[in-house]
């Protein structure tokens, strides 16, 4: 759906047409960033502090570590390992 589109239409909580309503309305700085092309609705909405930032885990144990240890290095992945850890001594 184009940018117009999504600035025509009525937009539930949640959505690319939400955030960029709510970019429209309280970050017009951001929004205008977008409508260039500069940034993608959920980097703004992330910049603007209205979205969390998230990470794609890929399907491969391999890669899903490699990818982990990349964004959160030997300290982040040492707690990464005490979680899923964790995680593996719940009973369920």
Not at 13 to 35: Q, S
């Amino acid at each position: 759906m184009s940018l117009p589109d999504l600035r025509r239409k009525t937009n539930s909580r949640g959505t690319a047409g939400y955030f960029l309503d709510r970019l429209d309305n309280e970050r017009p700085d951001l929004a205008a960033r977008v409508d260039y092309g500069e940034l993608s609705i959920h980097a703004a909405a992330v910049q603007a502090g209205f979205r969390k930032p998230q990470c794609t885990v890929p399907n491969d144990i391999d890669e899903v570590a490699a990818a982990l240890f990349r964004r959160w290095g030997t300290d982040g992945a040492r707690r990464i390992a005490e979680a899923l850890l964790k995680l593996a001594r719940r009973p369920r």
